[in-house]
């Protein structure tokens, strides 16, 4: 198996435009989970699924972000418009059992200039 | 005070050193778990517990429920053991809500 897959792994972009992450989880995984990391608040989760629906989104820090999962094999999480302060590594995970066990993507490393 | 406290923040040891990383909660949990982070980035989840302890080759976790409390050990210690460790609580009655701490940054020299 591939493992999770997120792309672009690098993003830099200039504050105002849209931003699109991309997440293909690992076959069979009904949960997906999008993080943020940061030197200052460490790891975060966003928002996550089960089986395509949003479960919690509590964590997504305001309404520039928003996340889909438009079936099984693929997630987008969407900034508009990007700000620097949201500039950070996204994880996307995936797992079989919730949070019980996860597996973590390479993440994609955004900066906002 | 963050509800998930990870000490120390750096360590650096000796190949082949017994190494000890430190974790205190401050809410009711339903599982406690340690991730480790590599150099490049890349998160792997080590263990998930609950009471007791559990161990995976060199690596030990034990939880203390009744202190809030988790150790992760790290016995005859390498240098590619050098990553950031993170804990992690999944609060009791809360499956989805997961709080991390800030790591713990672990360098082991040759």
């Known amino acids: 198996d591939a493992g999770v897959i997120q792309s672009p792994r690098h993003e830099v972009t200039e504050m105002g435009q849209e931003v699109t992450l991309r997440c293909k989880p690992i076959s069979g995984h009904d949960y997906l989970f999008w993080y943020r990391q940061t030197m200052m608040r460490g790891l975060e989760l966003l928002i996550y699924f089960n089986n395509n629906v949003p479960i919690d989104d509590s964590g997504m820090p305001e309404d520039r972000f928003s996340a889909k999962m438009p079936n099984a094999s693929f997630s987008t999480l969407k900034i508009q418009p990007s700000e620097p302060r949201d500039s950070a590594v996204y994880f996307c995970?995936?797992?079989?059992?919730?949070?019980?066990?996860?597996?973590f993507g390479p993440g994609t490393r955004l900066t906002v200039l | 005070k963050n509800e998930v406290e990870q000490s120390p923040q750096n360590l650096t040891a000796q190949e082949g050193e017994f190494i000890t990383i430190n974790c205190s909660y401050s809410?009711?949990?339903?599982?406690l778990h340690w991730l480790q982070q590599h150099p490049g980035g890349g998160i792997v989840s080590l263990f998930m517990?609950?009471?007791g302890k559990k161990k995976h080759g060199r690596l030990i976790a034990t939880i203390n429920i009744q202190e809030k409390h988790s150790s992760l050990h790290i016995t005859a210690s390498h240098p590619r053991d050098s990553a950031v460790y993170i804990c992690a609580v999944t609060e009791r009655n809360r499956d989805d809500k997961i709080i991390f701490g800030k790591g713990t940054r672990l360098h082991i020299l040759p």
């Open positions: 809410v009711g949990i339903s599982a």
């Open positions: 995970a995936s797992s079989p059992w919730g949070l019980r066990e996860q597996f």
């Open positions: 517990l609950s009471s």
